[in-house]
């Protein structure tokens, strides 16, 4: 498995950071660690959540069983996509371990429901309920996406902060045409984030920062950027 360092360094846009691949001393670029997560997430919903689901419904294990494992599962994925974004675990500091935590306690009150849905019957034990199961391993994207932002927030107080959308080849919603290549303003309502558009937390879509100065002139950092 390679090994990574983050590292700051300059570039035409300001200060930056990357991953660098220690054996090559190649730097990573923000495009290729989501490519990592993708996978990795995507792992995640066969391996774990489309697995435990599977066994819930063939009578391997219990309700309590299957929320717990599935607990333990959603904190994984979440903790790994924040840290991605931060730098690596070692790098995290104070602040994004407690937003980590915020969107892992977001999201076992999601998963409560699943269970209250499943122990009800309101949620059959199908193919319905693995693909609901895989979604919580693929909401990591949001995470990851959700931590980008705020990162950027955080290293630069005080500037107008900028976000546009970059349509995955394989994403086709509405949404994701619709805002593809279009700035818009850090926390504008007329720009939905990646993960909450008719494609869900399936979305591939990647997200680029930027800034706008005061004659309105807007910067992107560049889709390598974090």
Known sequence: ??????????TARGEQHRYRDTATGRYVS??????ELDRFVDKAGR?????LTEQLRDGKIALPEWQ????????????A??????????????????RAGGIIRGQYAYLRQFAADIESGKQPLDGRAVRRAE???????????????????????????????????????RTCIALNGKWFAMGDPE?????????????????EL??????GIITGLGRSSF
């Open 1 to 10: 498995m390679p090994e990574y360092t983050w590292s700051t360094i300059q």
């Open 30 to 35: 923000a495009a290729a660690v989501r490519g």
């Open 47 to 51: 391996e774990s959540a489309r697995a």
């Open 68 to 79: 717990t494992a599935m607990a333990r599962a959603v904190k994984n994925v979440n903790y």
């Open 81 to 98: 996509a924040v840290a991605a974004a931060s730098g690596g675990v070692e790098n995290m500091t104070a602040v994004e371990r407690g």
């Open 135 to 173: 979604m919580y391993m693929q909401a990591g994207r949001d995470a990851f996406h959700t931590q980008k932002r705020a990162g950027a927030a955080d290293a630069m107080p005080g500037q107008r902060l900028m976000v546009r959308s970059h349509r995955h080849r394989g994403d086709s919603c």
């Open 191 to 207: 720009y939905i984030p990646v993960g909450h558009r008719e494609c869900n937390v399936s979305c591939r879509c990647d997200e």
């Open 210 to 215: 930027g800034t706008m100065d005061i004659d």
